[in-house]
């Protein structure tokens, strides 16, 4: 079946604009879970929502926030870009009853001048 | 924050050797999993190991857990040019998909 899938993979954005990605989990799975990663500061996790509520969050300013479709499809925003923002941001999914196996995308490369 | 760290930062080796990495982590954990990243790609997913598991493998990958010492080490056997990636550990604490990432070793794979 298919993996999980992210869109755009690559954007360039401007400082100051917003950008939304995109991610469809794997099919039945509930879960789906957003990171960023940069050289600087590794992989870090934004949020997590399971069936449309927000379930836990780190540690990122208000500027980015998500949310989650009836579907399990997810999108992630970012407001007021910040060249800091330039990041590869990674989505992932699984079934979300804990201990379970978790599935990564392609990830969608931010690069913010 | 990170969740802990794994050893080495970078490890080179030869084709046909065993590369082994190591990952530690600080709080309880439900399971523990690693993962390969080619570079600028997304994450692929080698193995998880529950935290009442002490061993697993999974053709050239065998994975240790020790949570009395909050470690786990990764085994890749008869290393191919084509493994060469980075290697992370994730950990899982707080169950759902809120994964803790070490930094990653880099492993180059010489042919």
């Known amino acids: 079946k298919a993996g999980v899938t992210q869109t755009p993979r690559y954007l360039i954005k401007t400082r100051g604009q917003q950008v939304t990605l995109s991610c469809s989990p794997i099919?039945?799975?509930?879960?789906v879970s957003w990171y960023q990663q940069t050289p600087g500061q590794g992989l870090q996790f934004l949020f997590e929502?399971?069936?449309?509520?927000?379930?836990n969050k780190g540690n990122f300013p208000g500027r980015f926030s998500g949310r989650q479709f009836s579907n399990s499809r997810s999108e992630m925003n970012v407001s007021t870009l910040e060249l800091g923002d330039s990041a590869l941001y990674l989505c992932?999914?699984?079934?979300?009853?804990?201990?379970?196996?978790?599935?990564f995308g392609e990830g969608s490369w931010l690069t913010v001048v | 924050s990170q969740q802990g760290e794994e050893d080495p930062q970078a490890l080179s080796i030869q084709e046909g050797e065993n590369a082994t990495m190591n990952c530690s982590y600080k709080t309880s954990i439900n399971n523990l999993q690693w993962y390969r990243q080619n570079s600028g790609r997304g994450l692929v997913h080698l193995i998880l190991i529950r935290s009442n598991e002490r061993e697993k493998h999974s053709g050239r990958l065998r994975v240790t857990l020790d949570t009395s010492k909050k470690s786990s080490s990764l085994l890749i056997t008869a290393s191919r040019a084509a493994d060469t990636a980075s290697y992370f550990c994730?950990?899982?604490?707080?169950?759902?998909?809120?994964?803790?990432f070490g930094q990653g070793t880099e492993l180059s794979v010489k042919p």
């Open positions: 992932a999914s699984s079934l979300g009853q804990g201990r379970n196996t978790i599935y």
């Open positions: 929502y399971f069936s449309e509520t927000q379930r």
């Open positions: 099919s039945g799975h509930r879960s």
């Open positions: 994730a950990t899982d604490p707080y169950q759902g998909g809120k994964l803790i």
